[in-house]
Every structure is written in structure tokens, then in C-alpha cells.
């Protein structure tokens, strides 16, 4: 019976020992996978939050260039209104033309002085001199008139003299041409 009860005992310490190397071996593959799997988790929780990064970054530029976009067709109407101000310098005779018809409108005599230049690239600002003749009401008119021209011009010297029951009117203004 001893024998029986050694043997028995060998048998269960066997078994026990077979069964804590496998519970062992169970626990460190668990304690593996669980900490690769925390590991990948992180680094997935890294890559989600980078990309939420870019996209957000994406979003503003999109927001940035749609705002951007606004205001450059709000720029191109005001250009557009800007551009009708502006005297191209091909267009010099029609502004000439103009001059003359509006001071025949409104009986006067005129002369205009224009200085020599060439195109400008840009909008540049040239002194213009008009030399009226005629009754003063009817310069009044004529320089009205001026003020209500779709080009823009900036009296910035405006003298009357008498001259018996004329007024000689001398005016010098910039406007801009390009």
C-alpha cells in the first residue's frame, strides 16, 4: 500500500508539475500577446491621432483658401470699379473728346494741357491743367459736370478771374492713367 501511495504520489507531483509548467507557458504567451496588443493599440492611438492632426491642418488650409477665394472676387468687383476710373492711355482722344463736348454743352471756351508721358504699368497719377472761358455759372456747370465723370479726377487748384462779364477759370487736377 505504500508502495501504491508513493506511487500515487509521483503521479499527482507529476501531474501538478506538468500542469504549473503549462499554466506558466499559458500565462507569459497571455502576458505576450496582452502587452503587443497594448503596444499596437498605442501606436494605432498615435497614428489616428497624427492623421487628426493633418486633417485638421488640411481643414484649415481648405477654410484658408475658401476665405481666401471670398475675398478675391470681392477684390476682383472693386478692381472692375477701380479699372472704370482709370484713363488707359489709349483712351486719351475719348477723354479729350469729352472735355471738349462738355465744355461746348455748357458754352465754354477751353484749352487742356496734358504733360508728356509715356504709358505707365501702373496707375500713376498725371497733372491735368484746363483753362476755362465763359460765364461763371456756366463754368460752375462745366466743373460739376467733371465731378460726375466715370474717371476720376482730383481738383486740388481751382482759380476764377474776372475778365469784363467773362471768368477765366484755371484748374489743375490729378487723374490717373495707365
Do not use: C
Not at 500515487?8 to 503549462?22: A, H
Amino acid at each position: 500500500m505504500n508502495k501504491l501511495n508513493s506511487k500515487n504520489q509521483k503521479e499527482n507531483s507529476t501531474t501538478l508539475n506538468v500542469t504549473i509548467v503549462l499554466l506558466v507557458i499559458l500565462l507569459l504567451s497571455t502576458i505576450f500577446f496582452t502587452a503587443k496588443t497594448i503596444l499596437d493599440i498605442i501606436d494605432l492611438n498615435k497614428q489616428i491621432y497624427q492623421t487628426r492632426l493633418e486633417l485638421e491642418t488640411k481643414y484649415q488650409q481648405g477654410m484658408s483658401l475658401k476665405k481666401i477665394n471670398l475675398e478675391i472676387e470681392r477684390s476682383q468687383t472693386r478692381l472692375e470699379k477701380i479699372n472704370e476710373i482709370i484713363i488707359k492711355t489709349e483712351n486719351t482722344l475719348d477723354f479729350i473728346n469729352d472735355i471738349e463736348k462738355t465744355a461746348e454743352a455748357n458754352n465754354i471756351n477751353h484749352s487742356i494741357k496734358l504733360p508728356d508721358f509715356e504709358k505707365p504699368k501702373t496707375p500713376t497719377p498725371i497733372t491735368v491743367q484746363l483753362t476755362l472761358n465763359g460765364s461763371y455759372v456756366n463754368t460752375l456747370r462745366f466743373i460739376e459736370e467733371l465731378q460726375h465723370k466715370q474717371y476720376y479726377i482730383n481738383i486740388y487748384k481751382l482759380t476764377f478771374n474776372q475778365q469784363g462779364n467773362e471768368v477765366m477759370t484755371s484748374i489743375e487736377a490729378n487723374m490717373y492713367w495707365q
